[in-house]
Structures are given as C-alpha cells and as structure tokens.
C-alpha cells in the first residue's frame, strides 16, 4: 500500500504529527512518502492508495496561507475511491479549535474522497502526549484500513 502524508507547519508540531504517523505506518509495513504541502500538487494524489493530509489552523479557523495553492487544487480534483485521513495542530483557546481539520475533510468527501477515521486533532499536547495521540490514531487508521481491505 503506497500512502501519502502531506502536511503544512508553522511551530513543527504538525510536522512533527506527520513524522510520528509516518514512522507508525511503516513499522506495519506500509509505504510511506512524507512532503510538505508547497511540494504537491493535487494531481499527484491520484497515484497513492491513502492520502493524509495534515495543517495547523491560522487565525480564527482558516487555512493557513503555505496550504492555500494546494487547497485549492484540491478543491478542483476528483477524489472519488480515494481514501483519507486528516490530522492537525489547533489550540482550544480560540473559537474554532483546529477547524482547518474540518475544512480538509469536507473538502474531501466534497469531491469524492472518503475519510477513513475522524480526524485527530491536537491541542497543545506535550511530547509524550502528541506522540501517544498519534500512535492511537495510527492504530484506528490500520484497524480501518484493513477492513476496508478484507472486502
């Protein structure tokens, strides 16, 4: 199975969500190719079996400015059959906690994708929890995988 994780950072903790789900992914011997969003374009998609995409949330719940030309790509790029998964950093103090999650994962099952788990987002988690977070959600996406696999 050839996975993409596509991903946009400011503090490099969504990055840092990125490499953790990446290195997961691997050890149950998936293959795993890790870009940050302003390397992609949406096209490229086409060719992996399972796309996540990870962002931090600007402002009061908007995308970040680094994710925007590849959003809107996105936007424009029939995803139907693909599978994805969407992670991302946020903080709860503000209004919209982690809403650029939301927003990809819309935008996704708005042109066809499927999202495999709901998306896992992070709320200023130490280290420990971020890494734990992370691998939790891993263990969902290849428990789901697999079922989606078996039929």
Not at 94 to 99: E, G
């Amino acid at each position: 199975m050839d996975i993409i994780i596509i991903y946009t950072s400011m503090t490099g903790t969504t990055e840092q969500m990125a490499n953790i789900i990446a290195e997961e992914l691997m050890k149950v011997d998936k293959r795993v190719v890790l870009k940050d969003s302003i390397e992609v374009q949406a096209e490229e998609l086409i060719s992996y079996d399972m796309i996540l995409i990870g962002s931090y949330t600007w402002g009061d719940g908007e995308l970040p400015d680094e994710l925007v030309d590849f959003y809107d790509e996105l936007r424009h790029t029939d995803l139907t059959g693909k599978i994805f998964a969407i992670f991302g950093a946020g903080d709860s103090s503000y209004t919209h906690f982690a809403k650029a999650v939301d927003i990809l994962e819309e935008t996704v099952k708005g042109q066809g994708g499927r999202i495999l788990v709901d998306g896992l987002k992070t709320d200023r988690e130490s280290e420990d929890n971020l890494n734990e977070s992370c691998r939790l959600y891993c263990k969902k996406l290849t428990q789901a995988l697999e079922l989606v696999w078996a039929h």
